[in-house]
């Protein structure tokens, strides 16, 4: 497979860019990230760029990630919101799995936010949900099943108060 050539092709894999924990919150436009290739205090942000960068950008695709190389002394990550404010976040000298839980509690959404999201997706996307907010207003719509009562009456014989008169 040609797609399995090169350093670490693990990070070409689907499975393993939809395992990235790091999905930014909806105010953030911009990820940049600046580093240098040399020095061992730009380590962390060097590997960090290699392991968690592709998931990143896979889970955040409304999100322009931009990398910045050998323009500054000390790495730095700086995320640029939509109402014009940014936020500067140091990672000097720290390791790729530090950067990360750094960046999940700072610009990551919440476990909780996840999970509503989660939850809200699923709703909308089971074609038996119907109701306010679904693709379907009513239960007729759907193929093969009794028209409303409200446009075509039901058979007399579906009508519980004519079944119910007969016997009495």
């Known amino acids: 497979m040609p797609f399995m050539k090169g350093p670490a ?5 689907l499975k393993y860019l939809e395992s990235g924990k790091l999905i930014l919150k909806d105010r953030v436009q911009v ?5 240098n ?3 061992k205090h730009h380590e962390g942000a060097r590997d960090f760029i290699f392991w968690h960068l592709p998931q990143l950008q896979y889970k955040n695709p409304n999100v322009q990630v931009i990398t910045f190389r050998n323009m500054t ?9 939509d109402n014009g404010e940014d936020l500067l976040i140091d990672i000097d000298s720290q390791k ?14 919440s476990k909780k936010v996840l999970q509503t999201e989660m939850r809200i997706l699923q ?15 009513c239960f007729c719509e759907i193929p093969g099943q009794v028209p409303c009562p409200s446009v075509v009456p039901l058979p007399k014989h579906m009508r519980g108060k004519y079944i119910y008169s007969k016997d009495t």
């Open 9 to 13: 092709p693990i990070r070409r894999t």
């Open 31 to 35: 990820f940049s990230i600046n580093y």
């Open 37 to 39: 290739n040399f020095g």
């Open 73 to 81: 002394p000390t790495p730095f990550i700086r995320c640029y919101y």
């Open 96 to 109: 790729k799995e530090d950067i990360l839980r750094h960046l999940i509690s700072v610009v990551g959404k």
């Open 123 to 137: 709703k909308i996307d089971n074609p038996a949900n119907f109701g306010y907010g679904c693709s379907r207003h």
